[in-house]
């Protein structure tokens, strides 16, 4: 596992230092996004989240050595090197660095175009603690791809990056930055295409036909590479039985397998014909639903309109006073969380992403908004901090080096204020962020952020 690890070096530091500070005319912000690089690091007195054993280590130390989780043990236990940076964290919660799965570095123009935010976004991701993700399809990948080169050389400060590519779909239906492909020649060559670009997995979109997944699915997985969906006209049991890997949105993609209709009444009884046979199938084919939870508070919040730019905050002020429509809260709350339970319950496999890309819903902190509203659904907090932390890396076969606090593993960690495993709001408060052991300050992320989102 060592070996797959590049520690950044001064040099990455130093640019990232020399970028905060190119940057900060536009965001006026002063401090330095980077708070701790040195070799060795110690947090002291910290209460650690160990999301596997689903337990909480109090008054722990923690060694973090070249970018890697050293030890942890009781205060004397543990041998501080001479030269280690001492942090005390009294008062603090350590959690593994979020692992989200349906993410996007675009944003609505307004005119259905998403525009690539590369200026705002990573900083949003990070400064929530969001330490590695997984996009969810983009108009043009190669925006996506290019900036997590510039993330994995340490030049910007910015999630460990999975990229997904364009949004594949039929020629009928969907967005004009779609990608057609009608046939399962053009699903391979396009699979093969993007596959060698760099994409690390694949989406299709609502239109697809069957012959076109089937082409995804069969050149992704000869590379060892995953297929998700977001369905529409095809049903979540053909998409599955033709081997998709996973489903974007839950339940909200499996439309036709319920008779439901998208984005309005839903009236799904519980024991309605064919949801079992679903949840089963789903189940047995070892399928991974990412939930991407919305309420409606989530929508025109006055305190993230500082980081709007002018034409984005009047066009989402506007919004706010004539709001499209959103799926109806007792849909979301009645009908699609219990669906969840269901499946998660039957020994169903879970992601959680955020999906923020439209509506002044930011990165980041869309991340808290879901916890937060997963746990209203009625999970306790640690079940939910699991699902965005060790079970998201284990979709991504990161379970080795990221998703929980671990000897041996990347120091990907939040510094909250509180104790978020008891009060889920606890989780915005977030103090500080490591990524492979730098430690960034969430604070003065999102200061560089300000005025940003919609323009860059
Ligand atoms: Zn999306």
Same mark, same amino acid.
């Given at each position: 596992m060592r070996s797959t690890i590049s520690y950044p070096g001064k040099l990455s530091i130093l640019l990232l230092i020399l970028l905060a500070k190119s940057f900060s005319g536009l965001a006026q912000s002063k401090s330095p996004i980077v708070l701790y690089y040195q070799k060795e690091i110690v947090l002291q007195n910290a209460r650690i989240v160990d999301v596997v054993k689903g337990i909480i280590l109090e008054g722990q130390s923690l060694l973090i050595a070249n970018g890697i989780i050293k030890s942890i043990g009781k205060p004397g236990e543990l041998a501080i090197p001479a030269n280690a940076k001492v942090i005390d964290l009294r008062g603090k919660t350590v959690l593994p660095g979020l692992v989200m799965l349906h993410e996007h570095f675009n944003y609505n123009n307004g005119a259905? *175009?998403?525009? %690539?935010?590369?200026?705002?976004?990573?900083?949003?991701? =990070? +400064? +929530? #603690?969001? $330490? $590695? =993700?997984? $996009?969810? #399809? +983009?108009?043009? !990948?190669?925006y996506d791809l290019n900036l997590k080169r510039e993330i994995d050389k340490g030049a910007v400060a910015g999630p460990r990056m999975f990229v997904t590519g364009p949004m594949f779909n039929d020629e009928s239906g969907g967005f004009l930055g779609d990608f057609i492909i009608s046939n399962n020649e053009e699903g391979r060559k396009a699979t093969a295409f993007w596959a060698e670009k760099g994409c690390t997995s %694949?989406? *299709?979109?609502?239109?697809?036909? !069957?012959?076109? =997944?089937?082409?995804?699915?069969?050149? +992704?997985?000869a590379r060892g590479l995953m297929v998700t969906g977001h369905l529409g006209k095809m049903s979540c049991t053909e998409a599955a039985n033709l081997g998709i890997d996973n489903i974007e949105h839950s339940f909200l993609s499996c439309s036709v397998d319920l008779s439901l209709p998208w984005n309005s009444n839903w009236n799904l009884q519980p024991d309605q014909e064919g949801v079992n046979e679903l949840i089963d199938l789903l189940v047995a084919k070892n399928i991974v639903m990412t939930i991407t939870p919305f309420s409606d508070s989530d929508f025109g919040n006055p305190s993230l309109f500082d980081y709007l730019s002018l034409d984005e905050r009047k066009r989402v002020e506007r919004l706010i006073k004539n709001p499209p429509p959103f799926l109806p809260k007792e849909v979301n709350d009645k009908q699609l969380r219990p669906l969840e339970k269901r499946f998660i319950q039957k020994g169903g496999r879970v992601a959680l992403g955020a999906d923020a890309a439209d509506l002044g819903i930011l990165p980041g902190f869309q991340n808290h908004n879901v916890l937060v509203t997963m746990v209203k659904a009625g999970w306790a907090p640690m079940e939910v901090i699991k699902m965005a932390t060790i079970d998201g890396a284990k979709v991504l076969k990161l379970q080795n080096e990221t998703g929980s606090i671990e000897i041996g593993k990347l120091a990907d960690l939040m510094i909250v204020s509180g104790r978020p495993d008891q009060n889920i709001e606890d989780i915005r408060n977030i103090e500080m962020v490591f990524k492979k052991g730098i430690g960034y300050d969430s604070k003065a992320l999102r200061e560089q952020a300000k005025g940003l989102v919609g323009r860059h």
């Open positions: 259905g *175009v998403w525009q %690539f935010q590369p200026i705002s976004f990573p900083k949003l991701y =990070l +400064a +929530a #603690g969001v $330490t $590695t =993700l997984r $996009t969810a #399809g +983009a108009e043009n !990948p190669m %694949f989406k *299709v979109y609502s239109d697809i036909s !069957p012959e076109a =997944l089937k082409g995804v699915i069969e050149e +992704a997985h």
